[in-house]
């Protein structure tokens, strides 16, 4: 049963890839937030080290960043030719992105996070650890940091290339991929107007809720929400229970 668990999130995790990439020009390597390069650093922070060829991979790795980062830039001109590109806001994150991981220099996560990573591996010596921490750097500052300056003059140069003026829906089946997105990214089989709904429900009423479930559990709490709890026919309370439903939004004039 934990196998057929298992290969069914498999599944269900490559049915949303797959619908996801019927839509290539809509699919922006650059994306702030959620593009390659933003996740980058994270995806090389968990790679832990086992034996020493763990190591020897990692480097491997790193070092094929550039040219990967190459062809991202070529499949990008592409798709600006054909007006699929990030808007100007979206760019302009992309920016600040990038200049922080060129800015930190030897603080650059990729260095600090190997460094730690390696300092807890005990299957080789001091001394190659330093060797290796210095193979890293190298990488990084020599290799990794230009291809990232590159990265960023380049998508200056394709600025204003976006044919759509407003969101995915200005794009020939920006809807459809729109649909294919939510659902990779929430893995859910729910429609987006289901998810509105879900979503609506649970965070104007949720602590609505969760006072009516804590009042007919008899724990009497004082609580302080944005709805009107219709068997309390008010939206605040204070008692000596020590159950407490407070309601927090994200507007910093609420605070």
């Not at 922006?28 to 020493?52: I, R």
């Not at 220099?105 to 330093?130: P, R, S």
Request: glycine share 6%; proline share 2%.
């Amino acid at each position: 049963d934990s196998q057929k668990y298992d290969y069914e999130i498999y599944e269900f995790y490559l049915e949303t890839l797959r619908d996801l990439y019927k839509y290539p020009n809509l699919n922006s390597m650059f994306q702030p937030y959620m593009g390659y390069l933003t996740n980058v650093t994270d995806y090389f922070a968990d790679f832990m080290f086992y034996e020493k060829q763990d190591v020897e991979d990692y480097l491997t790795l790193v070092g094929e960043i550039p040219e990967y980062i190459e062809q991202m830039k070529t499949f990008t001109e592409q798709q600006a030719e054909q007006g699929y590109f990030l808007d100007d806001y979206s760019l302009k994150d992309e920016m600040v992105e990038l200049n922080d991981f060129i800015e930190k220099g030897e603080d650059n996560n990729m260095i600090v996070n190997f460094e730690d990573n390696l300092d807890k591996f005990d299957g080789i010596t001091e001394k190659e650890k330093e060797a290796y921490k210095a193979r890293n750097r190298e990488i990084v500052l020599d290799e990794i940091i230009p291809a990232y300056q590159d990265v960023r003059s380049f998508l200056v140069t394709l600025k204003g290339s976006r044919a759509a003026v407003g969101g995915l829906c200005d794009y020939p089946d920006g809807a459809d991929y729109y649909d294919a997105l939510v659902r990779y990214n929430c893995s859910t089989d729910m429609s987006v107007e289901e998810m509105f709904e879900f979503l609506t429900k649970a965070g104007v009423e949720g602590d609505a809720y969760r006072t009516v479930l804590l009042e007919a559990n008899d724990r009497n709490p004082s609580f302080m929400i944005g709805g009107i709890a219709r068997n309390l026919g008010r939206g605040g309370r204070f008692t000596d229970s020590d159950y407490c439903v407070l309601e927090g939004d994200e507007y910093d004039t609420a605070f």
